[in-house]
């Protein structure tokens, strides 16, 4: 191991800047000057905006951006920006929207845009009555609350109710206040997180507890979003096709194991597009997943069904948390770009988008798993990466990856013969 010797001990790595953090780590993991090149190379994101949105900034790390076409959107055509390292996800994307299209597209809705925060309060000798006293004692919290955020009150937002239940853990009865925050375009993280600590001390008073944790959750079962769609069933392959998803749909929605990956194929879609956009992926997933054993058991986030008419009928509902306003969105340059390309005006259009986006990519993925396997796809973008890690460059990668598909040999070794050849005969 490179490091045996060297200690991460590194009191005040935080202080310095980049380029002598770089340095460390250069020391500590035996870098080459191109390698720490390749950590600076950051394109559009300037060296001291990443050093002011996390800590112990040494680079960035960029991953392609695609943008996926053909959505149509309660009437209205939308281009949506992708970030993600999988190939055919894009693709993927594009051409189920394409399907979707055909059927008049997708049709979108959403629940206010409502975050749950959480004060947990322990050591109540009465829980079941102090959860009375805290539901009387609501118009003083919510007062409270709103008073953090005045700004966020006068755009309709702010704490508009809350509630409370007692909770048998293994550190015995603990009452759990939730508040219930419209956040707007906001995703509502510091709004509710402030409204949580300042509730704190109104509520330890009228429990006679104490309290701990004061935070936002993650599952946001009050700001639901959900996306539907026909497609007919000619456009998405016949009727052995549309027999197949439902019968994907149906096994997922069964069986938890298929269900993860199902539900995993709807992320690529939604997180690709909210990291594109620098949101909180980690919120998204989270509620996703949780929202998804809501009822017991894990399972899928949308369901494929056949209508009347035999065509594919698509339906999707999930938490999502996604604001726009704040964050990281407002400070990365790339991001600005992907927001202004996607061109939402609300947290709440935005958050149908995204719904729709899963949806479509969750289909695309069905539809090939019940067509020609996954692997088609895959391999044609395998085969091109092939290519140009064997040397290919312009036209010669599409035609390396075209003869090692036909020939079923996607290889290194392959594809330098065939670029020598491609070479030697001077086709390209
Ligand atoms: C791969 O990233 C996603 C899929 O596995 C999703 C699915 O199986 O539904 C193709």
Redesign the pocket.
């Known amino acids: 191991m490179h490091n045996m010797k060297k200690s991460s001990l590194a009191p005040g790595f935080y202080k310095l800047n980049p380029k002598e953090r770089l340095e460390f780590i250069k020391d500590f993991a035996d870098l080459s000057d191109d390698e720490c090149a390749s950590l600076q190379n950051i394109g559009s994101l300037p060296i001291d905006v990443a050093d002011r949105m996390i800590e112990n900034v040494v680079g960035a790390i960029p991953i392609p951006l695609g943008v996926a076409v053909n959505f149509l959107i309660n009437k209205h055509d939308y281009l949506i920006p992708m970030a993600i390292e ?1 190939p055919s ?1 894009v693709a993927a994307a594009s051409y189920a929207a394409k399907m979707v299209r055909d059927g008049g597209g997708f049709q979108t809705s959403s629940t206010a845009p409502v975050m749950i925060g959480q004060i947990q309060t322990v050591g109540i000798k009465d829980p079941h009555s102090a959860k009375m006293r805290v539901i009387q004692a609501k118009e003083e919290i919510l007062r409270k609350a709103n008073d953090q955020d005045p700004v966020l009150v006068s755009v309709g937002g702010g704490a508009k109710d809350l509630d409370a239940k007692v909770i048998n853990t293994t550190e015995g009865l603990m009452l759990i206040t939730e508040l219930h925050v419209d956040c707007r375009d906001a995703m509502g993280a510091n709004a509710v997180n402030t409204m949580a600590e300042a509730v704190a001390p109104i509520i330890e008073r009228v429990t006679g507890g104490r309290v701990y944790l004061r935070i936002i959750s993650n599952l946001a079962t009050k700001r639901l979003v959900r996306a539907f769609c026909v497609v007919p069933k000619d456009s998405v392959g016949g009727k052995e096709v549309v027999d197949g998803i439902v019968n994907a749909s149906a096994f997922a929605a069964a069986d938890p194991y298929r269900a993860a ?2 539900n ?2 709807i992320m ?1 879609g939604i997180i690709a597009v909210i990291l594109a956009t620098c949101n909180d992926h980690r919120a998204i997933e989270a509620g996703g997943h949780a929202y998804a054993v809501k009822n017991g058991q894990y399972t899928t986030l949308s369901m494929w069904e056949r209508n009347a008419d035999g065509d594919l009928v698509g339906s999707i509902e999930l938490p999502m948390a996604v604001g726009l306003i704040g964050g990281a969105m407002r400070t990365h340059p790339t991001a600005k770009v992907a927001m202004k390309i996607l061109g939402v005006k609300t947290a709440n259009e935005f958050g149908e988008v995204l719904a729709a986006v899963g949806l479509a990519q ?1 289909l695309g ?2 539809r ?2 019940a067509s020609e396997g ?1 692997q088609r796809g895959h391999m044609s973008l395998h085969a091109k990466n092939i290519a140009v890690m064997a040397g290919a460059a312009g036209k010669l990668v599409d035609a390396v990856a075209e003869r090692m598909i036909k020939e079923r040999k996607i290889r290194m070794d392959r594809a330098k013969e065939l670029i020598d050849e491609y070479k030697a005969t001077g086709k390209i």
């Open positions: 999988e996800v990956t199902h995993k194929g690529n969750n993925a069905l090939a798993l996954i």
